[in-house]
């Protein structure tokens, strides 16, 4: 079994404890390096893991409240709960990107030295490698159980390793050249950065919430199946597709011609859902048997057979 199979079939839950562990340390390395080198842009970085461990405890609680069962009230499950997660750590990363930018430009407008550069770079350095190594996890395994919260954390820890490199250069900079406004010009190309990346996960947790379709890819694998069933006695109209979290759906009429059985069309929509559940893991399909000379109407564009 192959690393990034291994890490795959991490359950996201354990992964995102191991965040809230991480983000812990992490905060507390890069906190100390900040206090030793008196670096706006190290305190940047200690910002934005911040931001991680209120993220992961978030994530946490949302993928929790996403793994409940359907109930009365919410008869199609809590799967969108994890886009909650996602918008929310876009928000914070958002609110630390302020916080960087008001330090950063007190500092630019009074620029201070820095000290025990050689300690403070050596500490981001090694929160930067524990990050990375649990961002890859992390990516590995919300790609298994296509969990949107787990991709937006790992999403912004490989930001965060980033920015750190991106850090750790810059002040390596500042100690070769003496150039002491670059801390400060640094910090702000950081805070303008993980602003990018907070707008991104917004944007998609929005899109989420609003029953976004399928990506092209796993359409194209419901076409291919259903083409395989397609026959002059059988078609297939109004196929429409959405995303709920960990969950695909697909909803489309197929036609067969009316003087069947009702048991024989029901045998053929079974076989249908069959392959389709077997083409996409995780799809649910809802299938509307209709004679061949019967429309639905419709104000839907038909958009697949």
């Known amino acids: ?25 992490t905060i507390s390395l890069k906190t100390l390096a900040w206090w030793l080198t008196d670096s706006v842009g190290l305190l940047s970085d200690a910002m934005e893991s911040l931001v991680n461990l209120a993220s992961a405890v978030f994530a946490l609680l949302m993928v929790k409240i996403a793994q409940r069962p359907a109930d009365a009230g919410h008869p199609y499950g809590h799967h969108k709960a994890e886009y909650f997660s996602a918008g929310f750590e876009g928000l914070m990363i958002m609110v630390a990107a302020a916080g960087i930018l008001w330090a950063a430009v007190l500092r630019l407008l009074d620029p201070q030295p820095l000290a025990q550069l050689g300690i403070g770079l050596a500490l981001s350095v090694l929160s930067s490698a524990l990050n990375g190594a649990l961002a890859w996890a992390m990516l590995q395994s919300s790609r298994q159980h296509r969990s949107m919260a787990l991709e937006g954390d790992a999403r912004h ?40 990346e907070g707008v991104h996960l917004v944007w998609r947790s929005a899109q989420g919430l609003m029953d976004q379709s399928l990506e092209q890819d796993v359409i194209e694998d419901i076409q291919k199946t259903l083409l395989q069933f397609k026959h002059r006695t059988i078609r297939f109209d109004h196929v429409s597709t959405r995303r709920s979290g960990s969950r695909r759906f697909v909803d489309l ?6 003087h069947w059985t009702l048991g024989r069309a029901a045998a053929v929509r079974g076989a249908v859902e069959q392959a389709l559940m077997s083409a996409v893991p995780g799809l649910r399909c809802t299938i509307q048997l209709l004679p061949m000379d019967v429309e639905a109407h419709s104000q839907d564009e038909e958009d697949l057979i």
């Open 1 to 25: 079994m192959s690393l990034a199979s291994s890490a795959g079939r991490l359950a996201p839950q354990v992964l995102l404890r191991w965040s809230i562990a991480v983000a812990v340390l």
């Open 157 to 196: 820890l490989f930001t965060d390793v980033w920015t750190s490199v991106g850090v750790v250069v810059g002040i390596s900079l500042v100690a070769l050249t003496d150039w002491l406004w670059l801390d400060p010009v640094l910090a702000i190309g950081v805070a303008l950065n993980i602003l990018r």
């Open 253 to 258: 009429h197929m036609h067969m011609p009316a």
